[in-house]
C-alpha cells in the first residue's frame, strides 16, 4: 500500500495502490487518482478515477467520481456523483449512485 500526494494553489492531486490478500488464493490490486480545487473557503470540487483487478476475475471494476462540497461553518454539504462499472467483475453490472451528506462538526 502506497500513495502521493501534492497540493498547490488550491489544487490537491493524488494517487493510490494498494494491494489485498485477504481471500486466499486471491489478489485484489486498488488503484486510483484524484484531482480536487478548493474553490474558495467554502466550496470545494473533485473527481476521482478508481480501478480494482481481482485475480481471479477477468474483467476490473471500475469506480469515477465527482464530488461538490460546502462549508456552511458548523455543518457541511457534500454532493456526490458515483459511476460504477464491472460489479463483481461482471460485464454490463454497472451502477449509477446520486449522493447528498450532510456533515456536523463540533
Known sequence: ????????????????????????????????????????KQLSVAFNIGEADVSNIAINEELRSFEVGYDFG??????????LENLGGASGADNEVLEIRTVTKF
Open 1 to 40: 500500500t502506497y500513495g502521493a500526494k501534492y497540493a498547490m494553489a488550491g489544487f490537491t492531486v493524488g494517487y493510490g495502490t494498494n494491494e489485498n490478500t485477504a481471500t486466499t488464493g486471491v489478489k485484489t490490486d486498488v488503484t486510483s487518482y484524484g484531482v480536487s480545487y478548493q474553490v474558495n
Open 74 to 83: 458548523g455543518m457541511g454539504i457534500t454532493a456526490g456523483y458515483y459511476q
